[in-house]
């Protein structure tokens, strides 16, 4: 190994010759954008960053890497929460970024499906799936940079998961490079395949731990065709859950997204995001957004909105409501809720907690929790948002203006802590949907210890038994016992 290459002797003219020129990022200023996450929390170093065109080309530099015993570290559209796509302090991480393999290889409006490799933009695959007439629903905040290596290896969730599931749920077929260069091809798209394990849904949510995702068979759904959206004020997080009971048990099939805002979110977008205005009478403690879809042109949404909507207002559970006039309107809305970690990035640093918990013990922990966060940081504000519909909600604290972001971020493992508690006593998980990454790796002992973790190191001993991918994320540094 050469000191200051961070490489072993001789491997950087092997990738050199196998990956090309535009498979190789090697100038100080390119690496850049490849060694620090969204949220600015982890800032690493790497000797190079890897961009191959095609499945063979990166099975060949992963075998070498293999061979080298040198850690790999996957890279999408690098929107990672939890600090799942950036490499250590040690620069000898090599960065895999799945960027160049974007193509689309099969659409079929019959079978439904779509073969896409892992580079795609996911926002991509929703345009390209409007265009052959059908919809792909998956959508979330950073859907228009996230790619679908990242957005399978989080098993991402988002707005639709109350009708759509997850990522997994949308997942029919994979393709996967092995830690040391196989290839599995599993780019099979059938909604019936009972041949053994489901191997595709261990490299799902697997954060990069497995191998690379690097093309995936999508399930595509007929098109929306009848839409119909509402924004509500609610005086209370009970009130909101009545409300979403009401409409899934009007109709379950005409929900699309059920999202909740806190007053104090609403309030810090309407502070920090240009162009946003309420569309309501006033603020109130707690918002709601609804957005209903139908594939059948005539489905009548509207006026079914409209009729819940009355009988909400009369049952006290909704205090005011507005439903969108138009497109303009509806995406106005929608911004209302989507900008919410950007407003609240303008306004410094906030802890964040993505939580889940069976939908019926939301309110709950929106209390409690709206308690307890203040109580560990005086002064500092309670700000969530998240996906009601399926009991995901991200219960953030905002850095008050008389600390620090540093004095602020010191508490933030008290306030994950306190907040990881409420949830546990919920029957909740402490990651819903952004994944462990770096950020919850000790989390992950606290909550999934025992023969579960247990059972994850020997699955990822099985396929990567030197630990080379992906390193620092999802598992802890084992401890005491012989651990594989
Ligand atoms: C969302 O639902 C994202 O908007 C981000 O998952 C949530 O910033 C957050 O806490
Ligand atoms: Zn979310």
Same mark, same amino acid.
């Given at each position: 190994?050469?000191a200051?290459?961070?490489?072993?002797?001789?491997?950087?003219?092997?990738?050199?010759?196998?990956?090309?020129?535009?498979?190789?990022?090697?100038?100080?200023?390119?690496?850049?954008?490849?060694?620090?996450?969204?949220?600015?929390?982890?800032h690493?170093?790497?000797?190079?960053?890897?961009?191959?065109?095609?499945?063979?080309?990166?099975?060949?530099?992963?075998?070498?890497?293999?061979?080298a015993?040198?850690?790999?570290?996957?890279?999408?559209g690098?929107?990672?929460?939890?600090?799942?796509?950036?490499?250590?302090?040690s620069?000898?991480?090599?960065?895999?970024?799945?960027?160049?393999?974007?193509?689309?290889?099969?659409?079929?409006?019959?079978?439904?499906?779509?073969?896409?490799?892992?580079?795609m933009?996911?926002?991509?695959?929703q345009?390209?799936?409007?265009?052959?007439?059908c919809?792909?629903?998956?959508?979330?905040?950073?859907?228009?940079?996230?790619?679908?290596?990242?957005?399978?290896?989080?098993?991402?969730?988002?707005?639709?998961?109350?009708?759509? =599931?997850?990522?997994?749920? @949308?997942?029919?077929? +994979? /393709?996967?490079? #092995?830690?040391? *260069?196989? $290839?599995? %091809? &599993?780019?099979?798209?059938?909604?019936?395949?009972?041949?053994?394990?489901?191997?595709?849904?261990?490299?799902?949510?697997?954060?990069?731990?497995?191998?690379?995702?690097?093309?995936?068979?999508?399930?595509?759904?007929?098109?929306?065709?009848?839409?119909?959206l509402?924004?509500?004020?609610?005086?209370?997080?009970?009130?909101?859950?009545?409300?979403?009971?009401?409409?899934?048990?009007?109709?379950?099939t005409a929900l699309?997204?059920?999202?909740?805002?806190?007053?104090?979110?609403?309030?810090?977008?309407?502070?920090?995001?240009?162009?946003?205005?309420?569309?309501?009478?006033?603020?109130?403690?707690?918002?709601?957004?609804?957005?209903?879809?139908?594939s059948?042109?005539?489905? =009548?949404?509207?006026?079914? @909105?409209?009729?819940? +909507? /009355?009988?909400? #207002?009369?049952? *006290?559970? $909704?205090? %005011? &409501?507005?439903?969108?006039?138009?497109?303009?309107?509806?995406?106005?809305?929608?911004?209302?809720?989507?900008?919410?970690?950007?407003?609240?990035?303008?306004?410094?640093a906030?802890?964040?907690?993505?939580?889940?918990?069976?939908?019926?013990?939301?309110?709950?922990?929106?209390?409690?929790?709206?308690?307890?966060?203040?109580?560990?940081?005086?002064?500092?504000?309670?700000?969530?948002?998240?996906?009601l519909?399926?009991?995901?909600?991200?219960?953030?604290?905002?850095?008050?203006?008389?600390?620090?972001?540093?004095?602020?971020?010191?508490?933030?493992?008290?306030?994950?802590?306190?907040?990881?508690?409420?949830?546990g006593?919920?029957?909740?998980?402490?990651?819903?949907?952004? =994944?462990?990454?770096?950020?919850?790796?000790?989390?992950?002992?606290?909550?999934?210890?025992?023969?579960?973790?247990?059972?994850?190191?020997?699955?990822?001993?099985?396929?990567?038994?030197?630990?080379?991918?992906?390193?620092?994320?999802?598992?802890?540094?084992?401890?005491?016992?012989?651990?594989?």
């Open positions: 190994m050469s200051e290459d961070g490489l072993p002797t001789g491997l950087r003219e092997q990738l050199r010759a196998r990956l090309g020129p535009k498979g190789m990022v090697e100038e100080a200023g390119d690496i850049v954008p490849h060694l620090s996450d969204w949220r600015g929390l982890y690493g170093r790497t000797p190079c960053v890897l961009r191959p065109a095609s499945t063979v080309e990166l099975a060949a530099a992963v075998a070498l890497c293999h061979a015993g040198v850690p790999m570290v996957p890279q999408g690098n929107t990672s929460m939890s600090g799942g796509s950036v490499p250590d302090a620069g000898r991480q090599v960065v895999v970024s799945l960027a160049r393999m974007n193509r689309l290889r099969a659409l079929d409006p019959v079978d439904m499906t779509m073969t896409v490799e892992a580079g933009v996911v926002r991509t695959v345009d390209l799936a409007v265009e052959a007439g919809q792909f629903p998956l959508a979330f905040g950073g859907d228009g940079t996230a790619m679908v290596g990242g957005m399978l290896s989080t098993n991402a969730g988002g707005n639709t998961t109350v009708r759509y =599931g997850n990522a997994r749920e @949308l997942t029919l077929g +994979l /393709e996967v490079v #092995l830690p040391d *260069g196989r $290839v599995i %091809d &599993a780019l099979r798209r059938l909604r019936k395949d009972n041949t053994g394990y489901a191997l595709r849904q261990l490299f799902i949510g697997a954060e990069g731990t497995l191998g690379f995702i690097t093309a995936a068979v999508l399930r595509l759904f007929p098109p929306v065709r009848d839409k119909a509402a924004l509500c004020a609610v005086e209370a997080p009970e009130a909101a859950l009545a409300l979403f009971r009401r409409f899934r048990d009007r109709d379950e699309r997204a059920f999202e909740y805002i806190s007053g104090s979110a609403m309030r810090l977008v309407l502070e920090r995001i240009e162009g946003t205005s309420l569309p309501l009478a006033g603020p109130a403690p707690h918002y709601v957004l609804i957005d209903l879809a139908a059948h042109p005539q489905a =009548g949404l509207r006026g079914f @909105l409209e009729a819940v +909507l /009355e009988e909400a #207002l009369d049952a *006290g559970e $909704v205090t %005011d &409501a507005v439903v969108a006039e138009s497109e303009a309107q509806r995406q106005a809305i929608w911004r209302l809720r989507e900008e919410t970690p950007e407003a609240q990035r303008r306004a410094g906030s802890i964040k907690s993505d939580v889940s918990v069976p939908v019926s013990r939301v309110p709950e922990l929106i209390r409690r929790c709206f308690e307890a966060m203040p109580a560990i940081v005086p002064g500092a504000e309670p700000v969530a948002i998240g996906h519909g399926d009991g995901n909600i991200h219960m953030n604290l905002q850095q008050p203006p008389h600390l620090s972001a540093e004095a602020f971020m010191a508490h933030a493992e008290a306030v994950m802590n306190a907040v990881n508690e409420i949830t006593s919920l029957g909740g998980s402490f990651s819903a949907e952004h =994944g462990v990454g770096r950020i919850k790796v000790k989390t992950m002992a606290k909550w999934r210890g025992g023969a579960e973790l247990e059972t994850m190191r020997r699955i990822r001993a099985a396929l990567d038994p030197e630990g080379l991918m992906n390193p620092d994320v999802l598992f802890p540094p084992a401890t005491g016992h012989r651990a594989p």
